[in-house]
C-alpha cells in the first residue's frame, strides 16, 4: 500500500452561514485514480476548490497535508508550483489563441522578454503527441471539439510539472469514443507515476479507473471504500451511499396512454451552415403522439441536436427543407416565435449557454418564455411572476433558499428543472429535451425522469435525445436512431435493446439505409 499523497482533515467551508463543506477528511495515495462521488451540491468540486487554492487558507476551517507537509495554498498558482492541477468541468482555454498559446499561457517560453515560438510550437506538439492528439500546435482552440479541448486542458496541466491532477466531471461534454480515449489516457499517466483525483456521474467509468473511491453526500465525507479487491463495492452500492438509500431501479415504472398522431416531420433536411453543400440532416422523418415518451439515439455528428434546433424556430443550418405536422395540419415553426406558438417547446443540450440566464435570479428564468402571460402593456406584473415562479419551484421540486437567488449558483439537476419549468410555462405539446440530464447526478436523474412521466401523463408528447441508450431504454416507449443525418429506423420498447440500437446508430451504406426504412415502416405499422 503507498503512502498517502494528500491528506485533507476535518475541512468546514461555510457560504452565508450555510455550510457547503461540514469536517470532510480526504485522503489519497500516491500513483492512484481517486473517485469523488456524490449528488450535485455535495460539496465535492467545493472540496477541490479549496485544495487547489480557489478558495483560499483562511477562508476555511481544517488542515491540508501534501507530500507530508501541512500547506496552505493562497491561489492558483501556489497550488500549481507544488504540482497541484485542476481541470475545472468548465473549460479554461482561450479560444481565439491557437493550442500552443492556451498550453504556455500564463507559463510562455521567452527569451529575454520575448517569446520563442519555435520552442513553444515544439514543446506543445510533444505535449499533444503525449495525449495523443496529432493536431497543429497553432490550431485555434475554437476550431476544436469538446474532446480535443479536454485533451489540451491535459496537455497544458502537464506542461506545469503536474503531480496530482484533478478532473472535474472529464468526460460529461464527451460521446463514447473521446471518453474512451480519455480514460486510457488516465490509465497511461496513472502508470507514468502521475496522481489523479477524478469527479465524475459516470459510475461505470468510476468503477472501470479508479482504484478507490470517497462518497460525499451533504458536504459529509460519508465512507472511503476500494473498486478492486475482495472489498471492492459496485456501481448499486455506491448510489446507496451517495443519496442514502437504495435506488433499486434507476428508471421509474411507467406505463404511457398512448393517443393519436400529434407531431409528424416529413423528408426534413437541413444544410450546414457553412458547407452548405452538406446536409447534416437528410431527409429525416419521424412522429410524435400523445402521451408518448419517444427516444432518438445517434453518434455524435450522427444530425440528432442539428434536426431538433432546425425544427424549433431553424435555430440551426441553412438550406432547410421538409413539412411539419400538427393534428394532420402542416404549420410553420420558421421562428423561435411561431414554434412557441405551435407548442413546441426545446430544452437545450447546454442549459448553461443556451438555456438560462446564469446571473438572473429564479424566478425571472421561470417565466423568461412566456412573459406575455403576465404583462400588461409590456409590464411585468411582478406578483402574478412570483406566483408562477413560487408554483412551479413546487411542481418541479427545485431546491432553491429563495426565487430570487441566481441560477448560476444552483446545482446542475436543479438547474434543468428551472429550464423545464421555463417551458412549462409557455404551456407547449411537444416537449424535445436534449440530454436532459447530462451532468445530473443519479438522485437528480432519477426525479428528472419522474417530471418527464408526468409531462406524458398530461398528454404532452416528448421527444428525447440522449447519448446514453440505457437511459433511452429505461424511459422511452419508442426509440428512432440517426446515423449520418439519417433515420435508420425506429424500434419499440419491447424490442430495443443496445445491440439494435447501435446496428442503426451505425448503418451508413445504401443497403444498410434501404434496411432502416424497412424497420421504420416495420415500427410505423406496429
Same mark, same amino acid.
Given at each position: 500500500? *503507498? ?9 468546514? $467551508? /461555510?457560504?452565508? =452561514? &450555510?455550510?457547503?463543506? #461540514?469536517?470532510? @477528511? ?71 489563441? *491557437? ?9 510562455? $517560453? /521567452?527569451?529575454? =522578454? &520575448?517569446?520563442?515560438? #519555435?520552442?513553444? @510550437? ?7 503527441a503525449t495525449v495523443g492528439l496529432d493536431i497543429p500546435p497553432h490550431t ?101 451511499l451517495m443519496v442514502g438509500r437504495s435506488l433499486s431501479n434507476r428508471y ?131 406578483h402574478a411572476e412570483r406566483e408562477v415562479a413560487e408554483r412551479y419551484r ?133
Amino acid at each position: 500500500m *503507498s503512502a498517502p499523497i494528500l491528506q485533507m482533515r476535518s475541512i468546514t $467551508k /461555510a457560504f452565508g =452561514g &450555510i455550510k457547503a463543506l #461540514d469536517d470532510v @477528511n480526504l485522503e489519497v495515495r500516491r500513483g492512484e485514480i481517486h473517485a469523488i462521488c456524490g449528488e450535485n451540491g455535495a460539496g465535492k468540486s467545493t472540496l477541490m476548490n479549496v485544495l487547489s487554492g480557489v478558495w483560499p487558507a483562511g477562508t476555511y476551517d481544517g488542515e491540508i497535508i501534501y507530500d507530508g507537509e501541512p500547506r496552505t495554498f493562497r491561489s492558483l498558482r501556489d497550488s500549481e508550483e507544488a504540482g497541484i492541477v485542476i481541470i475545472h468541468q468548465e473549460l479554461a482555454l482561450s479560444p481565439y489563441l *491557437s493550442v500552443a498559446e492556451n498550453i504556455f499561457l500564463g507559463n510562455e $517560453k /521567452a527569451r529575454r =522578454g &520575448i517569446i520563442d515560438w #519555435d520552442a513553444t @510550437n515544439e514543446a506543445a506538439a510533444e505535449l499533444l503527441a503525449t495525449v495523443g492528439l496529432d493536431i497543429p500546435p497553432h490550431t485555434r482552440v475554437v476550431d476544436l471539439g469538446v474532446g480535443h479541448q479536454q485533451l489540451v486542458e491535459i496537455a497544458k496541466a502537464l506542461s506545469k510539472d503536474v503531480r496530482l491532477l484533478i478532473l472535474d466531471e472529464p468526460t460529461a461534454a464527451l460521446n463514447d469514443e473521446d471518453s474512451a480515449h480519455l480514460l486510457s489516457l488516465m490509465e497511461g499517466l496513472r502508470d507514468q507515476g502521475i496522481t489523479m483525483v477524478m469527479i465524475s456521474h459516470k459510475l461505470n467509468e468510476v468503477c472501470r479507473v479508479a482504484e478507490r473511491t470517497t462518497i460525499i453526500r451533504d458536504g459529509q465525507t460519508i465512507q472511503t471504500s476500494d473498486l478492486r479487491g475482495p472489498q471492492a463495492i459496485d456501481e448499486e452500492e455506491i448510489i446507496r451511499l451517495m443519496v442514502g438509500r437504495s435506488l433499486s431501479n434507476r428508471y421509474p415504472d411507467h406505463t404511457s396512454d398512448v393517443g393519436e398522431e400529434l407531431l409528424e416531420l416529413r423528408d426534413w433536411t437541413v444544410h450546414h451552415p457553412v458547407d452548405t453543400t452538406r446536409a447534416v440532416v437528410d431527409g429525416a422523418a419521424l412522429s410524435l403522439r400523445r402521451g408518448e415518451i419517444v427516444g432518438l439515439a445517434g453518434l455524435m455528428g450522427a444530425g440528432r441536436t442539428e434536426l431538433a434546433m432546425s425544427l424549433f424556430g431553424r435555430s440551426y443550418g441553412v438550406g432547410i427543407s421538409g413539412t411539419v405536422l400538427k393534428e394532420g395540419k402542416e404549420i410553420s415553426t420558421d421562428t423561435v416565435a411561431r414554434a412557441i406558438a405551435a407548442g413546441i417547446a426545446y430544452v437545450p443540450e447546454d442549459r448553461k449557454v443556451l438555456g438560462l440566464n446564469l446571473i438572473q435570479d429564479v424566478k425571472t428564468n421561470t417565466t423568461a418564455a412566456a412573459l406575455a402571460k403576465i404583462a400588461s402593456h409590456g409590464v411585468v406584473d411582478e406578483h402574478a411572476e412570483r406566483e408562477v415562479a413560487e408554483r412551479y419551484r413546487g411542481e418541479m421540486r427545485i431546491k432553491t433558499e429563495s426565487l430570487s437567488t441566481e441560477v448560476g449558483s444552483l446545482s446542475g439537476g436543479n438547474q434543468q428543472k428551472v429550464v423545464l419549468a421555463k417551458w412549462m410555462f409557455s404551456d407547449p405539446e411537444v416537449l424535445i429535451l436534449d440530454e436532459p440530464t447530462r451532468g445530473i447526478d443519479v438522485g437528480a436523474k432519477y426525479e428528472i425522469y419522474q417530471i418527464i412521466n408526468e409531462l406524458a401523463d398530461s398528454g404532452r408528447a416528448v421527444l428525447v435525445i440522449s447519448s446514453e441508450l440505457p437511459e433511452l431504454l429505461g424511459i422511452c416507449d419508442r426509440i428512432y436512431a440517426m446515423s449520418q443525418g439519417r433515420i435508420t429506423g425506429q424500434l419499440p420498447r419491447g424490442q430495443a435493446d443496445q445491440e439494435s440500437l447501435m446496428a442503426l446508430m451505425t448503418a451508413h451504406s445504401t443497403q444498410e439505409r434501404h434496411e432502416g426504412d424497412s424497420a421504420n415502416k416495420d415500427g410505423e405499422d406496429r
